[in-house]
């Protein structure tokens, strides 16, 4: 007996679920596609698909998201994909994006964590929970696609729920964790369904009375202009960028401004900013798990001062010296994790800026040292 477009879908995510995959790929011509420890691997007993099977499972996808009837064709045209989560009848939740390649459908789908993991699960310093006391700013979470910066977004936000009291508003493109009223109240909007942009969203917020604001995602020169203004007028701003480590995403920041504006978006960047994280996953030394590396910036007076004046590359040295405010290089954190056995040398090595002082470090660490030394840039 043949599967419904339904039970093909619940089937498909299940595998996904009780395999502990990351991802899901269905593409026409290959069969089913799981991401396994970083490695993306084909379903060995699952049938080629079909281009009508994924167009059937695109429309489920949309009609489970939606509650009711799309037309894809008409959704693909409006914005190229379509970006979407929902949660499957085991329960678990999913992120998937929609596309079309060469006139047929594609999907891939993410896998999102079943409960709110605290930091020191997710492998990331604890010193993050210092943000979620904070009464204003903006907090930038940046690094590749498929680094985790969604999951560690949930946990602070999680953080936030369960030890103060305000308004969060969530701005996400699509919604990936659901946040229940813990001791917060929690409205979660999604672009394209609850707001036409990031920034329009944004803007609507600030008429919202919030304490809290998460923008999923800030892509575009008005919407880091209304983060920026939101920083300023008294509210906690969350929010992801790609970029690969801490001035790399100020650097992003300013780079989006005409360059006679630049000038001024780094003076008010340097009061409205509290901190940046840069977060990467790598593969376990157990070939079998995904290891967090994170670079971490806090921002004090003296990194204020830089970023007002243009000496973004001091500012490697600053987080150098900062450890005890809570702050850490990438190539600080590498050399802790290869040096405990958590990553193995290649991957270290393949992800640090400055091998030479990432193996130093290491070897510190292993001789009993604390792995820092009195100066110089990572």
């Known amino acids: 007996?043949?599967?419904?477009?339904?039970?093909?879908?619940?089937?498909?995510?299940?595998?996904?679920?009780?395999?502990?995959?990351?991802?899901?790929?269905?593409?026409?011509?290959?069969?089913?596609?799981?991401?396994?420890?970083?490695?993306?691997?084909?379903?060995?007993?699952?049938?080629?698909?079909?281009?009508?099977?994924?167009?059937?499972?695109?429309?489920?996808?949309?009609?489970?998201?939606?509650?009711?009837?799309?037309?894809?064709?008409?959704?693909?045209?409006?914005?190229?994909?379509?970006?979407?989560?929902?949660?499957?009848?085991?329960?678990?939740?999913?992120?998937?994006?929609?596309?079309?390649?060469?006139?047929?459908?594609?999907?891939?789908?993410?896998?999102?964590?079943?409960?709110?993991?605290?930091?020191?699960?997710?492998?990331?310093?604890?010193?993050?929970?210092?943000?979620?006391?904070?009464?204003?700013?903006?907090?930038?979470?940046?690094?590749?696609?498929?680094?985790?910066?969604?999951t560690t977004l949930a946990a602070l936000l999680d953080h936030v729920n369960r030890n103060r009291t305000g308004h969060i508003i969530t701005i996400e493109d699509p919604i990936e964790y659901i946040h229940k009223r813990v001791r917060c109240v929690v409205n979660q909007r999604q672009v394209g369904l609850d707001a036409p942009s990031f920034n329009d969203a944004l803007v609507a917020s600030l008429r919202q009375d919030p304490d809290v604001v998460l923008v999923g995602e800030i892509r575009d020169l008005d919407t880091i202009r209304t983060a920026i203004t939101a920083a300023e007028t008294g509210h906690l701003v969350f929010t992801t960028l790609h970029a690969g480590d801490c001035v790399g995403s100020i650097e992003r920041l300013v780079s989006v401004f005409p360059s006679d504006e630049q000038e001024g978006i780094r003076r008010q960047l340097s009061l409205v900013l509290r901190g940046v994280v840069a977060q990467h996953l790598l593969p376990g030394a157990d070939g079998c798990s995904r290891v967090a590396a994170t670079e971490v910036l806090m921002v004090t007076p003296a990194v204020s001062n830089l970023i007002a004046t243009s000496k973004s590359s001091q500012i490697y040295s600053s987080i150098e010296l900062g450890t005890g405010q809570g702050m850490q290089t990438l190539e600080q954190d590498l050399a802790r994790l290869w040096a405990t056995g958590r990553i193995t040398e290649n991957a270290a090595v393949a992800m640090a800026r400055n091998v030479p002082v990432m193996r130093d470090r290491a070897a510190m660490l292993r001789r009993g040292g604390n792995g820092h030394r009195n100066g110089g840039a990572a």
């Not at 619940?10 to 899901?24: I, P, Y």
């Not at 060469?102 to 929970?129: H, K, N, T, V």
């Open 1 to 150: 007996m043949s599967l419904t477009d339904s039970q093909l879908l619940d089937q498909l995510l299940h595998r996904c679920v009780t395999e502990d995959a990351s991802d899901l790929h269905l593409t026409p011509g290959l069969p089913p596609h799981l991401r396994l420890h970083g490695e993306l691997n084909e379903i060995a007993d699952a049938p080629t698909m079909t281009a009508l099977q994924t167009q059937a499972l695109a429309a489920e996808l949309m009609r489970r998201m939606t509650g009711g009837e799309v037309c894809l064709e008409t959704a693909i045209k409006a914005r190229g994909s379509i970006d979407g989560a929902m949660t499957s009848s085991g329960e678990a939740r999913f992120r998937f994006n929609i596309f079309r390649r060469q006139g047929e459908y594609a999907i891939a789908l993410r896998r999102l964590e079943d409960r709110f993991r605290s930091l020191a699960e997710l492998g990331i310093p604890d010193s993050l929970y210092a943000f979620c006391q904070m009464r204003d700013g903006l907090v930038v979470i940046s690094g590749p696609t498929g680094a985790g910066k969604s």
